[in-house]
């Protein structure tokens, strides 16, 4: 894992994180062929990253999957092919039944398939064997939805695959060492409680906004 520092530096909205993110990652000599944004608010961040890398950029999606009686609860979360990262100690926790797994499973996954279909022609990643790629977001809360989206990478045989986010739970990012060859945070600090407390502007993203960050508008 790769940390920059840890003090409660805000960043003044996603563009300047992006900016920022861009500037560590051209620091560390990283290589990348392609550049992938979480949307929809990775968009913004992803688009400067990509810039600088000269990468391609597109998106991979996952949904969160919430618990019963409590959707705001993440037990994990699918991506739009189906790979699927589960939080096993919350799901023994709160003894969530297989069938109720599986039901969620499929309904997120589906909606993930419908919101890639929005940003692309295809629900489909791009050509990712062999290629080294990025996962970038706009910041790692419970790491649920970048888990998946590794995952998911990692499926489509990318050969490297990194995650790059402007700031992050500590543990999660510790924890998502196991999904990615490497994971770079500019910020970790310990008094985290949620990603849009280290924004001056933490506005949502609108899907016309995010693709137009897609074709280069943004």
């Known amino acids: 894992m790769a940390v920059v520092g840890t003090s409660m530096t805000a960043f003044d909205d996603r563009t300047d994180a992006g900016e920022r993110l861009a500037a560590e990652l051209e620091r560390r000599g990283l290589e990348v062929e ?30 969160k999957m919430g618990a019963p009686n409590n959707p705001e609860l993440a037990l994990g979360a699918v991506a739009s092919d189906g790979s699927v990262w589960y939080n096993d100690d919350l799901v023994d926790r709160l003894d969530v039944s297989e069938t109720y797994l599986e039901e969620i499973r499929e309904e997120e996954a589906e909606n993930a398939r419908k919101k890639a279909d929005r940003y692309r022609d295809s629900e489909e990643l791009p050509d990712l064997e062999d290629e080294r790629v990025v996962v970038v977001d706009d910041g790692v ?28 739970s500590p543990r999660s990012i510790a924890e998502l060492e196991d ?40």
């Not at 392609?34 to 950029?57: F, K, S």
């Not at 649920?144 to 790059?164: K, P, W």
């Not at 985290?192 to 280069?216: C, K, N």
């Open 179 to 218: 999904e990615a060859d490497e994971v770079i945070a500019l910020r970790t600090p310990e008094n985290f409680r949620a990603v849009g407390q280290f924004y001056r502007d933490f506005g949502q993203v609108t899907d016309q906004e995010a693709i137009g960050y897609l074709e280069g508008d943004g």
């Open 141 to 168: 809360a419970t790491g649920a939805t970048a888990n998946a989206c590794l995952r998911q990478v990692r499926e489509a045989g990318a050969a490297f695959v990194a995650l790059a986010v402007p700031v992050g």
């Open 34 to 63: 392609v550049v992938l944004g979480i949307p929809r608010g990775a968009l913004p961040v992803a688009r400067p990253v990509a810039d600088a890398l000269e990468a391609d950029l597109d998106v991979v999606v996952a949904r």
